[in-house]
T-cell receptor, first 113, second 111 residues
Framework: DTGVSQNPRHKITKRGQNVTFRCDPI?????LYWYRQTLGQGPEFLTY????????KSRLLSDRFSAERPKGSFSTLEIQRTEQGDSAMYLC???????????FGQGTRLTVV | EDQVTQSPEALRLQEGESSSLNCSYT??????LFWYRQDPGKGPEFLFT???AGEEKEKERLKATLTKKESFLHITAPKPEDSATYLC????????????FGGGTRLMVKP
């Protein structure tokens, strides 16, 4: 068990480009979450998967954002037509069930220039 | 809407100087309150979960307590390696597994 793994760790992109991040959860965890964190703030919930089903989406998740979790294993978060306001740390977390703690990955730092 | 407010925003302590961090919350039915530690540039690291008022949990120099409106993270005789941002989050009974976080308290412990 190597914990939650996120790739890449850092991404710099030009405004208007598309980016995709990957999250590999702890192997036996069926619940997976994406959060966004800006400097000096706490993480904000984006979306939640139970196995392969996307069950919750925050209103923060605009139409430019899409997340998938094929086969209930790894997940990807894609941002289309990036804007400078998308610059943030994108965190992935996983847990075993609803009453268990969520364990976070190291995050992907996105900078849109 | 669930809300979490942490205070102070920043706290400077001398090594060995004990103190407490506050987390005030409003939630429509609390399933759990979580404390995390976050080092710069890294993801949050789980510390404690508290489920009901009166509950206490301890780990090394840290002790977390819970009432119906707030939680405290007590730090006893802190060391420089305790310097980090401490995040509090609540999970509501009707919110799936979503966590609502506060803004965090940045703790700096000077030797």
């Amino acid at each position: 068990d190597t914990g939650v793994s996120q790739n890449p760790r850092h991404k710099i992109t030009k405004r208007g480009q598309n980016v995709t991040f990957r999250c590999d959860p702890i192997s036996e965890h069926n619940r997976l979450y994406w959060y966004r964190q800006t400097l000096g703030q706490g993480p904000e919930f984006l979306t939640y998967f139970q196995n392969e089903a996307q069950l919750e989406k925050s209103r923060l998740l605009s139409d430019r954002f899409s997340a998938e979790r094929p086969k209930g294993s790894f997940s990807t978060l894609e941002i289309q037509r990036t804007e400078q306001g998308d610059s943030a740390m994108y965190l992935c977390a996983s847990s075993l069930d609803v009453s268990r703690n969520a364990f976070f990955g190291q995050g992907t730092r996105l900078t849109v220039v | 809407e669930d809300q979490v407010t942490q205070s102070p925003e920043a706290l400077r302590l001398q090594e060995g100087e004990s103190s407490s961090l506050n987390c005030s919350y409003t939630v429509s039915g609390l399933r759990g309150l979580f404390w995390y530690r976050q080092d710069p540039g890294k993801g949050p690291e789980f510390l404690f979960t508290l489920y009901s008022a009166g509950e206490e949990k301890e780990k090394e120099r840290l002790k977390a307590t819970l009432t119906k409106k707030e939680s405290f993270l007590h730090i006893t005789a802190p060391k420089p390696e305790d310097s980090a941002t401490y995040l509090c989050a609540v999970q509501a009974r009707n919110a799936g597994n979503m966590l609502t976080f506060g803004g965090g308290t940045r703790l700096m412990v000077k030797p």
